[in-house]
Nanobody
Framework: QVQLVESGGGLVQAGGSLRLSCAAS????????MGWFRQAPGERREFVAA????????YYADSVKGRFTVSRDNAKNTVYLQMDNLKPEDTAVYYC????????????????????WGQGTQVTVSS
């Protein structure tokens, strides 16, 4: 049974930091690119960051570039999102998602490309 479980969300003041984790189980983690997405109330789910299955390439939305860092530990089946210098506009539910890259190195960044999703974790940034 595939599971993606996010943790690390919470309430933080603007300028603060949070580190999200997503623990995966039930599938070949190292075969999948991993993405982070977020969704604010009344808004569409949007891409935040993604990392290639081997961890050697990362991708970021312009809105978080330079502030967020995505990483993964394939030995622990876990992907992370370090979020620094948080802003009130970063407030949203954050989701991790997995895309089956197979034997290739394509890294998905569109929500509809992903095969599995976590349940989400709330991040609230106060001004």
């Amino acid at each position: 049974q595939v599971q993606l479980v996010e943790s690390g969300g919470g309430l933080v003041q603007a300028g603060g930091s949070l580190r999200l984790s997503c623990a995966a189980s039930g599938y070949a983690f190292s075969q999948y690119s991993m993405g982070w997405f977020r969704q604010a109330p009344g808004e569409r789910r949007e891409f935040v960051a993604a990392i290639r299955r081997d961890g050697d390439r990362t991708y970021y939305a312009d809105s978080v570039k330079g502030r967020f860092t995505v990483s993964r530990d394939n030995a622990k089946n876990t992907v992370y999102l370090q979020m620094d210098n948080l802003k009130p506009e970063d407030t949203a539910v954050y989701y991790c998602a997995a895309y089956d890259s197979g034997s290739g190195y394509y890294t998905a960044i569109r929500p509809d490309e992903h095969d599995y999703w976590g349940q989400g974790t709330q991040v609230t940034v106060s001004s």
